[in-house]
């Protein structure tokens, strides 16, 4: 496929860069990115990653839009509230790049569908905002060998790393979710908005590394940010040989749902 005019224009910038050029644009072009959740985290990854012409992005979420959730969920506008948020992802991510195709998908993640769902992506964006459907994600994508990006969310903090095949998974660090209550949710603690925007355009920028195969990944790193201090740090990990999923002798040998606290407020 050769550029248009037009997407030379467009992706100038991408172009410009001597990792990526006009092949490696071509290349974000005829990639597929699937994001779970289309909230604080999944809103700025489509939205950068829309922009940089990925062809083909899956949004999947089965919520609606609310007031509470435009603080930080920068993909929806006040007109779309009561919407649901995969449809008004689709519009924006499509009236950004006439380019890319979105796929809206509303759908609550299970251990039923989420093999079919990440089976035609190169790369998982996982924005979830819950225990249960982080290690779905993860354990799903170890078991089909599919790379994806983690963050976590809360107050002034996050954390994000990347799984590819051979390299340490979620699981590895923490092998399962805590004990009900143990962790308060955004809905109960609240978030500073910003914080789901720097950490969901990480999750944009190691999608866009994976794809052009250029960079260094988070893999095998847990970068953590305080942003009430303004302070990054990097913590070192390795693949737990005794992890329940990935270790020697692991002990999840399939698909399996944990059970989702119910929220205090």
Do not use: M, W
């Given at each position: 496929m050769k550029l248009s005019e037009q997407q030379l224009?467009?992706?100038?910038?991408?172009?410009?860069?001597?990792?990526?050029?006009?092949?490696?644009?071509?290349?974000?072009?005829?990639?597929?990115?699937?994001?779970?959740?289309?909230?604080?985290?999944g809103s700025?990854?489509?939205?950068?990653?829309?922009?940089?012409?990925?062809?083909?992005i899956g949004i999947v979420d089965s919520d609606v839009v609310e007031l509470n959730n435009l603080q930080r969920q920068i993909i929806h506008f006040?007109?779309?509230?009561?919407?649901?948020?995969?449809?008004?992802?689709?519009?924006?991510?499509?009236?950004?790049?006439?380019?890319?195709?979105?796929?809206?998908i509303k759908k609550r993640l299970s251990a039923e569908n989420i093999a079919e769902l990440?089976?035609?992506?190169?790369?998982?964006?996982?924005?979830?905002?819950?225990?249960?459907?982080?290690?779905l994600v993860n354990d799903a994508c170890y078991f089909q060998e599919k790379p994806f990006s983690h963050a976590g969310i809360l107050r002034f903090f996050g954390q994000t790393m990347t799984?590819?095949?051979?390299?340490?998974?979620?699981r590895c660090?923490?092998?399962?979710?805590?004990?009900?209550?143990?962790?308060?949710?955004?809905?109960?603690?609240?978030?500073l908005g910003a914080v789901a925007g720097i950490l969901g355009a990480i999750q944009a920028a190691e999608a866009l590394k994976f794809i052009l195969g250029v960079g260094e990944l988070l893999t095998n790193k847990l970068l953590v940010m305080d942003a009430y201090c303004m302070d990054f740090r990097t913590i070192d990990i390795q693949r737990d040989p005794k992890c329940p999923l990935c270790g020697n002798?692991?002990?999840?040998?399939?698909?399996?749902?944990?059970?989702?606290?119910?929220c205090r407020i």
């Open positions: 224009e467009r992706y100038s910038r991408n172009i410009l860069l001597k990792e990526v050029g006009p092949s490696g644009q071509k290349k974000i072009l005829d990639a597929r990115v699937l994001i779970v959740g289309a909230g604080g985290l700025p990854a489509a939205l950068y990653l829309a922009a940089a012409g990925v062809g083909t006040s007109k779309d509230v009561g919407k649901d948020k995969t449809i008004s992802a689709k519009e924006k991510i499509e009236a950004i790049n006439p380019d890319v195709k979105a796929i809206a990440i089976a035609d992506y190169d790369f998982v964006i996982d924005g979830s905002d819950n225990f249960p459907t982080k290690f799984y590819v095949p051979e390299k340490a998974c979620y660090i923490f092998n399962s979710p805590p004990p009900p209550g143990a962790v308060p949710t955004c809905q109960e603690a609240g978030i002798e692991p002990t999840i040998t399939c698909l399996i749902e944990h059970e989702q606290a119910e």
